[in-house]
Nanobody, 124 residues
Framework: QVHLAESGGGLEQTGGSLRLSCAGS????????MGWFRQAPGKDREFVAG????????NYADSVKGRFSISKDNAKNTVYLQMNSLKPEDTAVYYC????WGLGAVVAGAYEYWGQGTQVTVSS
């Protein structure tokens, strides 16, 4: 059974940094692209960042380019999202997901497995 567990969320001030982690079990990250999505209250879930199975290709939403960085450690079966220069509009529940196509796609429909999410709150 596949399980994705996010951690690292919390309360941070504007301009601060957080590092999210997503650990997987029952799945080999070396065969999956991984993505981070977020959902703010009253809004649809949106793509944040994606990384290919090898880690060689990354994609970012325009709203986070230059501030967030996605990486993965296939040996540890863990994907990370380093979030710098946080803004109040980054406040959301952040989800990691596994993409069987291996691409780290920007569309949620490409992802087969999802974590339960971790709350990130950025105060102004």
């Amino acid at each position: 059974q596949v399980h994705l567990a996010e951690s690292g969320g919390g309360l941070e001030q504007t301009g601060g940094s957080l590092r999210l982690s997503c650990a997987g079990s029952g799945i080999s990250f070396s065969r999956y692209g991984m993505g981070w999505f977020r959902q703010a209250p009253g809004k649809d879930r949106e793509f944040v960042a994606g990384i290919s199975w090898s880690g060689g290709t990354t994609n970012y939403a325009d709203s986070v380019k230059g501030r967030f960085s996605i990486s993965k450690d296939n040996a540890k079966n863990t994907v990370y999202l380093q979030m710098n220069s946080l803004k109040p509009e980054d406040t959301a529940v952040y989800y990691c997901a596994a993409d069987a196509w291996g691409l780290g796609a920007v569309v949620a429909g490409a992802y087969e497995y999802w974590g339960q999410g971790t709350q990130v709150t950025v105060s102004s």
